[in-house]
């Protein structure tokens, strides 16, 4: 595929999208003078284009409508055969700003994407393949993040998105790096950032891939992130900056045609890999019944899902008939179908041929049914719960409520379930059990602690670390709602029941989704008016959903101005009970936490709080309001940059709101420190000292326990201390001689549990005094023929001073592998071990080529510290001449 890519085919569309050669489009020639989201006729000419070209590669045109019909996003589609749900996308925005041909940014992801479209049309897919084209992306992500929410809205099956945004540049006999993008907090963004390296490797592109989760400024990927979908942008070297970026000089000559050529085979060959769904035989189809084995009753809903054996599952659902049907890839299957309440039946070597339907039927054994029962009880008082509702999760199963007593009965199929009990007030308690007769299943369900934590913030990034750690240092105990990908509603009424405060925060988040929802306004105003307390912590909350009614009159905000707080400190407010007699708090936005503040103004009985300068000065940033049962604050410019420059000032600031609310039970007891650090020797003993509080207006006694790896004592118990007594506690530990486990340090937690009540951990870090360090020696070169399979023996030598273990890696061009596994046994210091690397020689070598294999050791204790050794293979290709017979 990606040999179709030619330095030709990519300087034509790119000249033709900056505006130095006309295209064919409605009918006409045409130069596309402007791609500007807002040029009208130009960005109306240019869409129309690529839909264009793509309608005439077979492919179903979109022209997604976001803001107006000349500058609507452009959608390519090759529907998938097999699994058209399974969507992958790769796209680029095709606007630029004004007085630019932007040739880089961005004609050059946009011609990306269309050479993709017309290789990648030639060929058949079991997924859906889309090519996009955005707009409105140089006026913040517009065109990308409407298409993304509705995706979302619609429930979209988006397993990938790569984004193209300047591939073009880069300074002439420079090194070709390229940046890769990923979310550090969504694991499967690195995964696909990996794989673009990889391709990159595999296909020995001109290419040097750097994989990076920072970027100076936006791109559309970020629109997908914040609908949870998985995303990376590919750029060019972004420490290599195109010093003629939204200037008249970013035209395809300033361009460099192979950096250029490569990136776009790298990003095809990308798409191609990440779909991993290419039909490269015919399509068949597999049907059949399913019923029960007892009487040959039909079984609706029965899954029958077909596994191909590379990873590939594919599933189908039998109706009121049981009867299933589906479209698979020739090839060889193993077929599993399976229903709740029975077991399920695998059939192995299912063969699928092309345009052929293979029938297979399943009847299903019956499984025993057996009861569940038990009784729920609130876990500090020990009274039972009534009506609290108890149901399987993972069975369908009609849930039960109980009775007066507690108690609950279900029945339920044998299997391994999970059991979820939940109640007013209090939080919802899981159960995993296994169901092989009949069941007690008892819950203990704890009420709801002071405060809920509405996560709003889209882990983009993540800041609920700050308020947790605040909280956490505090004394106050708390719940964290996750509101998940942008769009979904927070908690319901039930779920805000109970808590005495929210505390909701959506941190960096923006695009029509930052903070409550219509849905969760109606929500909050019911919980206020029943005695709540809501601190709203959302610099773009009025940027998303203006001033509604429930800002006006619950948050007390007569108008704002968005976007435009510019505070870099922020000052208390004479007589405001938050902000009063605070002094001058600096703010640090965290990485990736962008300030975008608005100035608040208040309205009828709210009070301001914290402004933008001293002696009322500057702009106003953050209200309150009493409403008498209830109380509310709003902070339009967040109060996680006080946090993060100083963890005491946001500390200050949070009690404040908490004391403005009411309090919180404070815990009754208390460890002080809560942390330390200590280095030891090894084979030693380490103590540590703790101070203990009684914080009740009762005596009790304190139980203590420690949690830890290595061999910790802590007392038991600090007797009764008298109310407000303190009393000191050793912690003692002793750094091993020979550990279980390859750490060169351990952590602890002290936990103190009051009788009467109340409780608090401390935790210790205890640091063996140790030097790792490791040596690699490589056996003597060696040789033999193709397909041969050398072995060579390394010796892997701990030089370091404490027992520790090695990662090994092997590389090269040739397959190398490591049969003994990818880690050493533990090593002694001084110890040696013998590891194994077995090195084929391809089939197809010359005579005397060679590889070299490279054997890397990584000390388990400290990744720091690694060694190298090299093994040369040569081949020998040896050639026979035969003479012919000759008979007299």
């Not at 947790?468 to 990908?485: H, K, M, Q, S």
Request: with cysteine; net charge negative; glycine share 10%.
């Amino acid at each position: 595929m990606i040999d179709q890519v030619s330095e030709t085919q990519v300087y034509t569309y790119n000249k033709q999208l900056a505006g130095e050669l006309p295209v064919w489009v409605d009918g006409a020639w045409y130069t596309i003078t402007s791609r500007n989201t807002n040029s009208g006729t130009p960005i109306q000419k240019a869409t129309h284009y690529m839909g264009e070209r793509m309608a005439a590669d077979g492919l179903d045109v979109e022209y997604h409508v976001w803001n107006n019909a000349t500058n609507p996003n452009v959608i390519g589609e090759i529907p998938g055969l097999v699994n058209p749900d399974d969507i992958f996308i790769i796209g680029a925005h095709l606007d630029d700003v004004s007085n630019t041909p932007g040739a880089d940014d961005n004609a050059s992801g946009s011609v990306a994407t269309l050479i993709a479209a017309d290789i990648l049309a030639q060929y058949q897919w079991g997924c859906t393949l889309r090519f996009a084209f955005w707009t409105g992306e140089e006026q913040a992500l517009l065109g990308s993040e409407a298409y993304a929410q509705e995706a979302f809205s619609d429930g979209e099956n988006i397993l990938g998105y790569l984004n193209l945004d300047m591939i073009a540049w880069n300074t002439p006999l420079s090194s070709p790096d390229i940046d890769l993008i990923y979310n550090s907090s969504m694991p499967a963004t690195l995964q696909l950032a990996q794989l673009f390296a990889d391709v990159v490797s595999t296909y020995d592109i001109n290419l040097i891939p750097g994989l990076g989760i920072s970027l100076g400024g936006g791109s559309d990927h970020s629109s997908f992130w914040d609908y949870g979908y998985t995303a990376i942008l590919a750029i060019e070297d972004q420490g290599d900056f195109n010093p003629s970026y939204h200037g008249p000089g970013d035209t395809p000559a300033h361009n460099n045609l192979g950096y250029f050529t490569d990136f776009v085979k790298a990003s095809i060959g990308t798409y191609a890999h990440m779909s991993d769904c290419l039909i490269p035989s015919g399509l068949g189809y597999l049907d059949g019944n399913v019923t029960a084995a007892s009487d040959g009753e039909f079984i609706q809903g029965a899954t029958v899902t077909a596994d191909n054996g590379a990873g590939h599952s594919y599933p189908a659902t039998t109706d009121v008939t049981g009867y299933y049907t589906r479209t698979l890839m020739a090839d060889t299957y193993t077929v599993t179908a399976s229903a709740y309440g029975y077991n399920p039946v695998t059939m192995s070597g299912i063969v699928v041929t092309t345009d052929t339907v293979i029938t297979q039927d399943f009847a299903l054994t019956a499984l025993p049914i057996y009861t569940v029962s038990g009784h729920v009880y609130d876990a500090v008082t020990g009274d039972p719960l009534e009506d609290a509702i108890v149901g399987f999760t993972d069975a369908p199963v009609p849930t039960d409520t109980t009775d007066a007593s507690g108690f609950y009965s279900l029945s339920v199929a044998e299997g391994i379930w999970h059991l979820q009990a939940q109640a007013d007030l209090h939080t919802p308690q899981t159960q995993e059990v296994i169901v092989n007769d009949d069941l007690l299943v008892d819950f203990d369900l704890d009420p709801h602690p002071c405060i809920l934590l509405v996560d709003d913030d889209n882990n983009d990034p993540d800041t609920t670390p700050y308020y947790t750690a605040a909280l956490d240092t505090l004394g106050y105990e708390y719940n964290v709602f996750d509101v998940g990908v942008s769009g979904a509603n927070g908690p319901d009424l039930a779920g805000l029941q109970g808590y005495r405060m929210v505390l909701w925060y959506s941190g960096d988040k923006y695009g029509s989704s930052a903070g409550p929802n219509a849905t969760d306004e109606a929500t909050l105003t019911s919980y206020l008016n029943s005695g709540g307390k809501l601190f709203l912590d959302s610099q773009d909350y009025l940027y998303d959903f203006d001033l509604t009614p429930f800002g006006q009159n619950f948050l007390g905000i007569a108008s704002f101005t968005d976007d435009i707080g510019y505070a870099t400190t922020k000052y208390g407010v004479t007589g405001d009970p938050i902000g009063n007699g605070l002094v001058p708090y600096t703010l640090t936005y965290p990485s990736g936490f962008r300030d975008y503040g608005d100035i608040v103004n208040q309205g009828t009985g709210a009070s301001v709080a914290f402004r933008s300068a001293a002696g009322g000065g500057g702009n106003k940033l953050d209200v309150d309001k009493d409403g008498g049962a209830w109380q509310t604050v709003f902070f339009g410019t967040s109060w996680v940059p006080i946090y993060n420059n100083n963890a005491t000032n946001g500390q200050t600031v949070l009690q404040r709101v908490v004391d403005f609310f009411g309090g919180c039970q404070p815990p009754a007891v208390s460890i002080t420190p809560a942390e330390q650090t200590l280095v030891g020797e090894v084979g030693t003993q380490v103590s540590f000292v703790y101070t203990v509080t009684n914080e009740a207006v009762v005596p009790q006694a304190v139980q203590l326990s420690v949690e830890a790896l290595w061999p910790t004592q802590v007392p038991a118990s600090t007797g009764v201390l008298a109310a407000g007594a303190s009393t000191t506690v050793p912690v003692t530990v002793t750094v091993p001689l020979v550990p279980d486990a390859i750490i060169a340090e351990d952590s602890f937690t002290l936990t103190a549990m009051g009788v009467v009540g109340g409780n608090d951990t401390a935790t210790g870090t205890t640091m063996a005094n140790v030097t790792p360090g490791g040596e690699v020696v490589a056996p003597q070169d060696g040789s033999g023929m193709p397909l041969d399979a050398l072995t060579y023996e390394f010796v892997v030598t701990n030089t370091g001073n404490y027992t520790d273990s090695f990662a090994l890696a092997v590389s090269g061009v040739w397959t190398a592998s490591l049969p003994g596994g990818e880690n050493t046994e533990p090593l002694a210091a001084g110890a040696g071990i013998t590891v194994t690397v077995l090195v084929e020689i391809p089939e197809g070598v010359s005579d005397g080529d060679i590889d070299v294999t490279t054997l890397k050791i990584t000390s388990i204790l400290d990744s720091a510290e690694y060694a190298l050794a090299d093994v040369t293979t040569t081949a020998i290709v040896r050639y026979y001449t035969l003479l012919p017979l000759i008979r007299r």
